[in-house]
C-alpha cells in the first residue's frame, strides 16, 4: 500500500540538556522533497481527488499519510498523476540555541521514497482540497519554543484531525501510537526526555513500565491538545 503523508502528528523528543529533538530528524530522514506553497496546494489540479488518510509512525514521527484513492475516479486517469503529499511539522532553529516548528506541505511517498519501516493505521478518506483546509486552519504553535508537554511537533496533525471532524482521543489512535513510539529507537529518546520533567518523572513513578508510560504520555499529550482545541474554537 502507498502511503502518503498528510499533516498529523508528529511525536517530537527534546532532550532538555540538549535541544535534539525527533523533529529535527523530520528535517533529515527525507531526501528533500519538493516543498508546496499552501497557495499551489489550495489550486492544486487534484484538489477533488479523493485521498485515503493515515497516521503513520516513523521512528519517533506521527503522520497523517494521504494517498491518492483512484479507483472509482471519473477522472482515473487524471488521478493517477496525483502526487502523494504530506503535511506535517518540521524544526528549525530559534534563538539562543531554542527550537521551533513550523509547518509544510511535502511531495512524498513514504513507500516509494522511504526505505525505512512504517506503520500506517487508515482513519478515512477525503478529498485533497478538504485536507488543504484542514491544514491551513490548524494551529501548529509555531510562534512557541518547542515543549515535550505543551507544544510538539504533534500539535499540528491533532488539530488537523480536529478540523476533519475525527477524535485524536480514539482509543485505536493511541494505542497504535503509542505501541510503535514503544519500540527501541523512539522509546529511550521519550523515556529520556521525560526524565527531565517533573510531571514525566511522576509517569514514570506511576505506571512504571516503559510502554504503559509512553501510552500515558501520549494520551494525555492528546487530550490536553484537544481541550486546548476546544477552549480556542468556543
Do not use: W
Amino acid at each position: 500500500m502507498k502511503f502518503l503523508v498528510s499533516a498529523f502528528t508528529i511525536f517530537a523528543v527534546n532532550i532538555a540538556r540538549e535541544p535534539v529533538n525527533a523533529c529535527e530528524g523530520c528535517n533529515g530522514v527525507y531526501p528533500d522533497p519538493p516543498r508546496l506553497a499552501l497557495s499551489e496546494a489550495v489550486s492544486h489540479e487534484c484538489a477533488g481527488e479523493l485521498y485515503d488518510l493515515s497516521v503513520v509512525v516513523h521512528g519517533a514521527h506521527i503522520l497523517l499519510s494521504a494517498e491518492p484513492k483512484c479507483e472509482g475516479s471519473l477522472r482515473s486517469n487524471e488521478c493517477q498523476e496525483c502526487p502523494s503529499l504530506i503535511f506535517h511539522d518540521i524544526s528549525s532553529p530559534a534563538k539562543g540555541g531554542e527550537v521551533s516548528i513550523e509547518r509544510a506541505i511535502h511531495e512524498f511517498d513514504l513507500n516509494e521514497d522511504l526505505t525505512e519501516d512504517h506503520e500506517g493505521l487508515v482513519l478515512g478518506t477525503f478529498n485533497l482540497g478538504t485536507l488543504v483546509k484542514a491544514y491551513d486552519d490548524a494551529s501548529d504553535g509555531a510562534s512557541k519554543r518547542y515543549n515535550l508537554f505543551t507544544n510538539n511537533c504533534a500539535g499540528l496533525p491533532i488539530n488537523m484531525g480536529l478540523n476533519l471532524g475525527l477524535d485524536p482521543t480514539d482509543r485505536k489512535i493511541v494505542s497504535f501510537v503509542s505501541h510503535n513510539l514503544s519500540k527501541k529507537a523512539p522509546s529511550s529518546l521519550i523515556m529520556d526526555e521525560l526524565t527531565n520533567h517533573e510531571a514525566g518523572m511522576a509517569m514514570i513513578e506511576t505506571h512504571g513500565k516503559e510502554g504503559a508510560v509512553i501510552e500515558a504520555y501520549v494520551s494525555t499529550y492528546i487530550n490536553d491538545s484537544v481541550r486546548t482545541h476546544n477552549f480556542n474554537t468556543m
